[in-house]
């Protein structure tokens, strides 16, 4: 039998303006898992980490990535995974990316890494579809995996980008005691939209990309503006308008959702404004009655890893 234990980061997806193709990784808050594999037939998984996952196996994102990888290798495996530490689910950090990269980046390991990251991508998306109503997406998964700003700058065939890491570039990142799902967070927006919205989309994706290329933080910050997704996600996080008007007035470059929501995140070219902009938020949250967790960190160049 052969065992490993993995960390998997959460995710910021999205970025404001990049819905389905742009990701950071958060070194604050990920996932801890432990794998055993030996010869046989069979996944086990057992959760310890306090928080709530479906007891079904096939409901358990990990099930689907951990499949796809074992038929690409072609030898089924007796797989146990105990989930030690977890992000919540429904919080819109990566929760489900981060079990998916986790496991995939475990077995990987194990079986002495007969595949690239790319195909680790792939693998793992399978467990993303389970989320998101069939849609396999990943700006979650490949900063989760890689480390990073990534884009996706193609699903077919999937074409993965590294950008990089402005210095100054600081976030702020607020998870309020809400619970958005992302399923039904994809089903409210339009499928199709405005070619005067994609015109101001592309411009703003263009813009981040360019930002963060001459690391002018300033860009970055302007360009993040959502008119795709935001508009009618922000009715699941009470008072948004009000506290991107907080925010800015502080000093923080943008405010935008992470990912499906409910977290939020600023960005800010000093630690001082990120620091009192979590403030800002906790007691945004406080005001409406509702708890949260805050982190400040800056984007984590490291991705899922061995601990
Ligand atoms: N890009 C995805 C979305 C991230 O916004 O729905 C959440 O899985």
Redesign the pocket.
Known sequence: MKSIKVFAPASI??MGCG???M?MAMDAVGDVISMEIEDGIGLEIDNRSGVELPAELERNVMTPAVMALLAAYGKPMKVKIIVESKIRPGS?I?S??ASSVAAVFALNELLGRPFEPMRLVEFAMEG?KL??GG?P?A??IAPALLGGVILVRGYDPLDIVNLPVPKKFFCSLVHPEIVVN?RM??EI?PKEIPLRDAVVQWGNVGGLVAGLTFGDVELVGRSMRDVV?EPF?KRFIPGFDILKEKVISAGALALN?S???PALFALSSSEEVANRVAQIMKEHFAMMGKDSDTYVGSVSNFGARIM
């Open positions: 997806a999205n819905f389905d193709i990701g819109g990566g489900s990316a993303e989320t998101s849609v997406h700006d979650n992302t967070a994809r927006m997704a996600r959702i990912g499906s929501g």
